[in-house]
């Protein structure tokens, strides 16, 4: 399995922006779909975003449509989420996950990635 470690969170106010980033390893990623969801305190994992091989194809959750851009760059292994306008209800832990079946369908269900970073930590204040 590839190896995700995410970064760029923090504790920002309303209306500001973060760009978090998925640094992969052990094998390159440039033939899986990338997704990010988002846990927050005492509610289920949610989806966020996904994108597919080549990053042409893209998926987002409807409350994050028009303020969230995931984008990857397969020469470097990473994956990014760009998150602006960000409101109290984006406060939660942000997970990069790998589909790593080869398949080219940009799924959006979380049993449908086979590997998981740790996470990282966004919180928004009002």
């Known amino acids: 399995q590839v190896q995700l470690v995410e970064s760029g969170g923090g504790l920002v106010q309303a209306g500001d922006s973060l760009r978090l980033s998925c640094a992969a390893s052990g094998r390159t990623i440039s033939r899986y779909v990338m997704g990010w969801f988002r846990q927050a305190p005492g509610k289920e994992r949610e989806f966020v975003a996904a994108v597919g091989w080549l990053g042409g194809v893209t998926r987002y959750a409807d409350s994050v449509k028009g303020r969230f851009t995931i984008s990857r760059d397969n020469a470097k292994n990473t994956v990014y989420l760009q998150m602006n306008s960000l409101q109290p209800s984006d406060t939660a832990v942000y997970y990069c996950?790998?589909?790593?079946?080869?398949?080219?369908?940009?799924?959006?269900?979380?049993?449908?990635?086979?590997?998981w970073g740790q996470g990282t930590q966004v919180t928004v204040s009002s």
């Open positions: 996950a790998a589909e790593e079946t080869g398949s080219p369908i940009v799924v959006i269900t979380d049993t449908r990635y086979n590997s």
